[in-house]
């Protein structure tokens, strides 16, 4: 997550990071974040060197993206926050990693806190940060100064990426990424696709349609699967080769999630109303090739070409995430947001269970622990945890004093 103070820019930033799109120079990649704001990347204004970057709590927990669990009780995650007083020329950013061994309850700083200063190129940049792990030492801060750490947050070091690294998905064996750059005075950066494996990262051959606002989904080293702006692509062979699949969605409210080629899953949203939103859930088991409706629930009459009911996924609130998981069965997780809501579903997601419903905090994203024994939702600042499956949820961590719930239980 991050902070600004100059409300236009914060608006953009937020705007850039929904959308993940590329926000960011060559110049930060050189730059490696200091415990002193006093030296500015190349091209810095003396006036850049003013701003003072925030310091981040590494007692709280991390943001929701910023999360990862080993199992039901280890994990860890690194915060960061970015400040521009008003009228100055740089963003002042910190970042702090912090680890937990008691499922979230209590958490410690590891390393020092690093800060790094970031001048943007234009009125459409603006720093952001995220963080993405994919073991309990191996992590990446991403965003417009990208840095990788192999020992849990103590030490960080450059990442050989172009910023901004505005995805990264890590997979068994390696990791995918979409990675810049951009250009002084561009209102969109470049993003191309980038595949490591035995530690080295290397651009591929780019799909079609990819733009500053592509998603990326990482499954395998083999497979991954790229939004872009005009078609959806898989590749099955490392990045070699890219093929357009069929788009479930004739709409922009989708979202993809998949296991592998013979198990992906688009849920494509109709026009949200002011406390809901219905959709279709398809199903592939071809890669994407054909589709089949597993789940619909839009009301019946509501639309002029009448949509017959499949399932009874929930409407409450907006759609955050759908997430895919195998742990000895296909299991399918969603959560919602206005109005928080999380639901599991155990047979391709036709049939849903609530498994938490609103706190009051506005929705809820979720993480899941590697080894499936445990399941967090965070909402705001509260950092709830089921370790039987959604039966009983208990309030782990409050953030700044935030007062937690309570929250509706699904079952």
Not at 11 to 24: D, F, K, N
Not at 84 to 95: G, Q
Not at 308 to 328: C, W, Y
């Amino acid at each position: 997550m991050w902070v600004k103070a100059d409300p236009i820019r914060a608006w953009l930033a937020v705007l850039v990071m929904a959308m993940t799109a590329c926000t960011s120079s060559h110049s930060a990649a050189t730059t490696p974040p200091s415990t002193s704001p006093s030296a500015a990347p190349p091209g810095a204004s003396p006036a850049a060197i003013a701003a003072t970057p925030p310091s981040i709590d590494a007692s709280e927990f991390p943001g929701p993206q910023g999360l990862w669990f080993r199992d039901s009780l280890n994990g860890w995650g690194a915060d960061g926050a970015c400040n521009v007083p008003p009228n100055a020329a740089a963003d002042a950013c910190a970042f702090q990693a912090a680890q937990t061994d008691n499922g979230g309850k209590r958490w410690v700083s590891v390393g020092a806190e690093q800060t790094f200063l970031y001048v943007p190129l234009s009125q459409y940049d603006a720093a952001f940060i995220g963080f993405v792990a994919a073991d309990l030492n191996t992590g990446w801060v991403i965003g417009s100064h990208p840095m990788v750490t192999h020992d849990r947050g103590l030490t960080w070091a450059p990442l050989s990426l172009p910023p901004p690294v505005s995805s990264l998905a890590p997979v068994t064996g390696g990791a995918w990424a979409l990675a810049g750059p951009c250009s002084p005075g561009a209102t969109e950066c470049q993003s191309t696709v980038y595949h490591q494996a035995a530690g080295v990262w290397t651009p591929v051959t780019q799909p079609p349609g990819i733009f500053s606002g592509s998603r990326l989904l990482g499954v395998s080293l083999q497979v991954a699967y790229v939004v872009g702006s005009s078609a959806i692509t898989v590749t099955t062979d490392s990045g070699t080769s890219w093929q357009p699949i069929t788009s479930a969605c004739n709409n922009p409210w989708g979202i993809l999630a998949a296991l592998g080629t013979a198990n992906t899953w688009s849920w494509c949203g109709d026009q949200p109303s002011t406390s809901d939103q219905t959709g279709q859930l398809f199903r592939s088991r071809d890669g994407g090739r054909t589709w089949t409706v597993v789940a619909d629930n839009a009301p019946h009459g509501f639309f002029a070409t009448p949509r017959p009911t499949v399932g009874n996924m929930p409407t409450t609130g907006f759609m955050q995430d759908l997430i895919a998981v195998n742990h000895g069965r296909e299991e399918l997780y969603l959560s919602r947001f206005k109005f928080g809501l999380v639901a599991r579903s155990l047979d391709g997601g036709t049939h849903w269970t609530t498994l938490l419903g609103d706190d009051g905090g506005g929705g809820y994203r979720i993480v899941i622990a590697k080894d499936g024994s445990a399941t967090w939702a965070v909402a705001n600042s509260c950092l709830y945890r089921t370790i039987d499956g959604g039966g009983h949820w208990v309030l782990m961590k409050t953030n700044g004093g935030y007062t937690c719930g309570p929250p509706f239980f699904g079952r």
